[in-house]
């Protein structure tokens, strides 16, 4: 059941109006393109829900970045965002973050919807940890610091096997 796929499969289900179960999605040359291109791994273990992040104008955070969190947020609900090596400073290599939906919740903080994968359990685990701190990042595309809140992981999935 499990194939390079199945990450994104699932994420890219959440998208598909009518779609009920990720696996009934067929055969995609895009996601098959997708995962290839990022090196999904065979065997992954994934999460999804839901965080925030807070934006600045200086490394110090003590300016909101209204237009830098708009456009983040703008860019996401157009585009979406896969990011590989997600915040590999704090989870090593690895981790492949799909970004597909996000809120503007106050002047200084978004929510944004994510699921997260990675052939390594450990790093999930880190991921999901509601006291996991992350150092501020700049953000060269929005030219924004951004702080990011802890992940509040909502379901988790392991590969069927073991491996
Ligand atoms: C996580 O995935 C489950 C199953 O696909 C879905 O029902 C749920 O809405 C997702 N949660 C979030 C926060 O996206
Ligand atoms: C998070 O930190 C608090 C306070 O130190 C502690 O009580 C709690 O058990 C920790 N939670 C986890 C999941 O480690």
């Known amino acids: 059941m499990f194939s390079p796929r199945t990450i994104i499969l699932t994420a890219f289900g959440l998208m598909l109006a009518g779609t009920s179960s990720a696996m009934k999605v067929p055969e995609s040359l895009l996601l098959n393109s997708v995962a290839e291109s990022i090196a999904l791994p065979m065997y992954t273990w994934s999460a999804n829900g839901t965080h925030q992040a807070k ?5 110090q955070a003590d300016v909101n970045n209204a ?3 708009h456009e ?5 609900n157009l585009n979406r965002k896969l990011a590989t090596n997600f915040r590999s ?9 799909f970004f597909y939906k996000c809120e503007k ?3 200084d903080t978004n929510l944004y919807w994510f699921t997260i994968s990675s052939g390594e359990k450990s790093q999930i685990d880190q991921l999901c940890d509601p006291n996991q701190t992350y150092p501020i990042v700049y953000d060269q595309q929005h030219d924004t610091w ?12 392991s590969p069927s096997i073991s491996v």
């Open 146 to 157: 951004f702080i990011d809140e802890p992940f509040d992981c909502t379901q988790r999935t």
């Open 67 to 69: 237009k830098g969190l």
């Open 72 to 76: 983040d947020c703008e860019n996401i």
């Open 105 to 107: 919740i106050s002047d």
């Open 89 to 97: 400073d704090v989870l090593g290599p690895g981790v492949i973050g």
């Open 55 to 59: 934006g600045y104008k200086t490394q």
